[in-house]
């Protein structure tokens, strides 16, 4: 049987930190309130295009395999805040990298679209379609979020990560996984003002307002992520027990620990990282696996469960295998431009400019 294994991994954190007290300097909010109801302290605020973040995240995981650019065969791009709609994103990536034998794709499944990227290329590695792919998790979301919506813009960060995959005789990477959607509440999590529905309307496209309707997607979020936890465990015959450590998707801290609480898992065996980061969206949980790896939080032998949810409302959940203990020293010569700004200055810069255009 053939795998898809878990080559490579590399992460791009924007320098520019936005904290719970920059926010408080134009929303009615505090560290105390932003940090009791979702556990976060800061997020990172990109000074670039997402697709310049996702280059760096690749060259990072390609360091880490040993590889070259040369070397892969698909590049699958999970993202909501994609450079344009046409050419993808993914062929922006290929060409910054020089990965000249690449196909590309990009894949929107909002939140969880970093780990439908990952179902994608294991399927087609497992198929024999190909040998090899980088998957990303990215997001520029500073870019078109309403900075006036207390409600969403405390939540969300930008950042990258991504995962170089090989084709193995042994047991390793995705193990198996279940994805499904709550197409019926999919207004319950909207980004109003992005897509061709609103072109042509008194209407500028890129300001965006958003659907977000907390309580219930917090029901769903933790129904929809143990709902697909059970059966990929059921999947794949095993049980509690057999999960060394979950990784799931960091929306919001109480989701987190409502979430350990249905699947009986102890504290200790669920990686957070949601306090330095906030919600990445894509990029959320590949990052989390990514750091988990870096801190040396997985082992030879150990069985990762990575649950996850988004707008749509999608879910999955991946038990990936690693037989080895992932860890390297390997960096990338690449590297970001250097950003002087604060988080908080790029962001004013934003709500200024869109002020402008109105």
């Known amino acids: 049987m053939t795998y898809a294994a878990i080559k490579g991994w590399g992460k791009c954190m924007p320098p520019a930190i936005l904290s719970n007290d920059d ?9 105390e309130w932003i940090t009791t109801r979702t556990g976060m302290k800061e997020r990172r605020v990109s000074h670039v295009d997402v697709s310049e973040l996702a ?13 070259t650019a040369l070397d892969v065969d698909m590049i699958v791009f999970g993202s909501t805040t994609f450079d344009e709609q046409c050419p993808n994103s993914a062929s922006n990536v290929q060409r910054l990298l020089g990965a000249t034998n690449a196909a590309c794709m990009d894949v929107n499944t909002a939140c969880t679209s970093g780990m439908y990227s990952l179902s994608v ?7 024999g379609a190909i040998n090899s792919a980088l998957i990303i998790g990215a997001e520029v979301i500073s ?7 207390r409600d969403v813009a405390v939540l969300f960060g930008d950042g990258a990560a991504a995962l170089y995959l090989e084709a193995s005789d042994e047991k ?10 709550f197409g019926e509440s999919r207004d319950i999590l909207a980004v109003r003002g992005l897509g061709v529905k609103y072109a042509n309307k008194d209407h500028i496209l890129g300001h965006t307002w958003w659907n977000f309707l907390g309580q219930d997607i917090f029901k769903k979020a933790v129904a929809g992520m ?4 059970d059966k990929t465990l059921e999947k794949l015959e095993m049980n509690n027990d057999d999960i060394n450590l979950v990784v799931p998707h960091q929306a919001n801290l109480r989701i987190i620990d409502s979430l350990a609480k249905k699947l009986k898992t102890p504290k200790d065996k669920v990686f957070v990282n949601i306090e330095k980061y906030g919600n990445m969206s894509a990029a959320t949980a590949l990052v989390a696996l990514v750091e988990a790896i870096e801190e040396g939080q997985i082992n030879a032998g150990d069985n990762v ?3 996850a949810f988004g707008g749509g409302l999608t879910w ?31 962001v004013e810069e934003i709500i200024q400019s869109k002020q402008s255009a109105e």
Do not use: R
Request: charged share 20%; hydrophobic share 40%.
């Open 23 to 31: 926010l408080a300097t134009f929303l009615e909010t505090n560290d």
């Open 55 to 67: 280059h760096i995240a690749c060259a990072e995981a390609l360091a880490v395999a040993g590889k």
């Open 121 to 127: 290329a294991t399927a087609m590695i497992k198929s």
């Open 143 to 149: 870019k078109v979020m309403d900075w006036s919506n």
């Open 172 to 181: 390793s990477g995705v193990l198996g996984e279940s994805l499904g959607c």
């Open 226 to 229: 143990a709902q697909a936890c």
């Open 305 to 307: 469960l990575m649950p």
């Open 316 to 346: 999955s959940a991946h038990m990936l295998h690693f037989p080895e203990k992932p860890e390297s020293s390997a960096k990338a010569e690449e590297s970001l431009p250097p950003c002087e700004k604060s988080g908080l200055t790029l």
